[in-house]
């Protein structure tokens, strides 16, 4: 089952009242893709929504809706259904209780009492709302039918301080929400709580996965930067001892270089531990700098040499 489902299935347990089911069927409705003088045409691929729209009729409007039409699409599980409403009476009836204008669709706060907005949000939603799973990205979008109804929803978001971005696709009006913040706080207005709550501990997995890798990855890179410092200073003390310039060292380089050759995998800090006088991490480096000057020195005569 997917998110989206998911998302409906919590919803639809909290439309139980009158004024509930009122604002839901309300927003169904008002943003079906359908909806003339001649037809309403009501579709999702939901079988919560299946189940939900005839109930809804029957209690808000006392109108039995038949059997909803099954459409193939992909594949045998997966299915478009249907509802479609011809009967002039029954749409003058939806008309007049809801003051909807198929010419001009617009949301009318007077249909809603306070506390059914989530519900007609949900409505909504139902009609026309999608989210995908929060493992993959987050995002949660309504493909409204019109410019007019999309900015309306527009509006009511912000009232919850949730703000949507706009775009049109394929003659639709898209609203939709990528921060995972305001996803949260839609899906809890509507009444999905719990697929809150999952969103959240998705989000707090995906960050625990995150910063490990983070960690990791710097770990490899300090292990990377080690091993390649250690192997320039390898290179260095063996050039020197090449050139037979051993004796140039001083006492306390000639005790790092062969803790260094005797070493190769330990930090500097590691090797400044190990020293017969220890000495600190920015000690051991200046001391390698000047291995690195007398190796630098003799490759430079030996190149003038040659």
């Not at 009122?22 to 037809?39: E, K």
């Not at 390649?228 to 306390?252: K, N």
């Amino acid at each position: 089952m997917s998110f989206s489902n998911d998302v409906r299935g919590e919803i639809v347990r909290g439309i139980i009242d009158r004024d509930r089911q009122f604002a839901c069927l309300y927003g169904i409705l008002l943003y079906s893709r359908v909806f003339t003088n001649q037809q309403i045409v009501l579709q999702s691929e939901s079988t919560v929504f299946a189940k939900l729209v005839p109930s809804l009729f029957q209690s808000v409007l006392y109108i039995k809706l038949a059997s909803g039409d099954k459409l193939s699409l992909h594949s045998d599980t997966q299915v478009m259904y249907t509802f479609t409403i011809t009967d002039p009476v029954q749409i003058r009836q939806i008309c007049t209780v809801y003051h909807i204008h198929p010419e001009k669709r617009e949301i009318h706060l007077s249909n809603l009492v306070q506390n059914s907005m989530g519900a007609f949000l949900a409505g909504v939603f139902f009609g026309c709302g999608s989210v995908i799973d929060p493992n993959k990205e987050y995002h949660l979008e309504f493909n409204t039918p019109s410019e007019l109804l999309c900015g309306d929803l527009r509006q009511i978001l912000k009232s919850i301080g949730v703000t949507g971005r706009q775009i049109v696709r394929k003659n639709m009006y898209v609203l939709y929400l990528k921060d995972s913040e305001q996803i949260e706080d839609t899906l809890t207005y509507m009444g999905a709580q719990q697929c809150t709550i999952e969103l959240m501990n998705i989000k707090i997995h995906k960050d625990m996965r995150n910063k490990a890798n983070r960690l990791r990855n710097c770990d490899e890179a300090n292990i990377n930067r080690v091993v390649s410092a250690a192997m320039r200073q390898i290179q260095d003390i063996r050039f020197i001892v090449q050139c037979g310039a051993w004796d140039q060292l001083s006492p306390e380089l000639c005790e790092l270089a062969q803790l260094r050759l005797e070493n190769p995998e330990l930090s500097l800090k590691e090797l400044g531990e190990q020293l017969s006088t220890p000495i600190g991490r920015s000690g051991v480096n200046h001391r390698f700098q000047k291995i690195a000057a007398i190796a630098e020195e003799l490759r430079h005569r030996a190149a003038n040499i040659g």
